[in-house]
């Protein structure tokens, strides 16, 4: 069987086709990061496609922090996901919580870069097939708080999506 091999994935067999993920792992800032590459039905993965991907998580850190400007923006919206998953999540923390989480003592010092910055990314889809959504970027406020993340999207140039979702 052919295989090529990633950085980040290390060997993948590369098969005809067939819907597969591929998990890997990236560290980023010292913290290790899960990876999915993701594969579709009727996509093929070739060895040039596993290069592509390795060259384009080079630039990882650049687009987390444009996702990361995203979600800041996205706060100075009244009705965006991004302020509904913070009132959600950050409504009736205890102030032990508010520390841990934010590093403030009270709930009404938690700004926006406070909360941006008590965000952590918890996983990286990669979606070869599909140029538009090519990353997608998983957020949270951290295992055993919450199960839920604010996802944010990327082109396979690394431009960010106008819209974060909550999931």
């Excluded at 998580?57 to 009705?79: G, V, Y």
């Excluded at 957020?139 to 944010?152: I, K, N, P, S």
Aim: proline share 3%; charged share 35%.
């Amino acid at each position: 069987m052919e295989t090529a091999v990633s950085r980040h994935f290390g060997e993948i067999a590369l098969t005809p086709a067939g819907q597969r993920i591929i998990s890997g792992r990236y560290e980023h800032d010292g913290v290790p990061i899960d990876l999915d590459l993701s594969i579709g039905e009727h996509e093929r993965l070739d060895e040039a496609e596993v290069h592509k991907v390795d060259y384009r998580l080079r630039f990882l850190p650049e687009l987390i922090e444009a996702a990361r400007e995203r979600i800041a923006q996205d706060l100075e919206d009244e009705d965006s996901s991004v302020v509904e998953y913070r009132h959600f999540h950050c409504q009736n923390l205890e102030d032990g919580k508010i520390r841990e989480l934010f590093g403030v003592e009270r709930s009404d010092e938690v700004d926006d870069d406070h909360f941006v910055r008590a965000l952590r990314l918890s996983r990286v889809g990669i979606f070869p097939g599909q140029p538009e959504r090519y990353f997608v970027l998983d957020f949270t406020l951290g295992q055993g708080f919450t199960d839920e993340v604010l996802v944010a999207a990327a082109d396979e140039d690394g431009v960010v999506d106008d819209e974060v979702n909550w999931d």
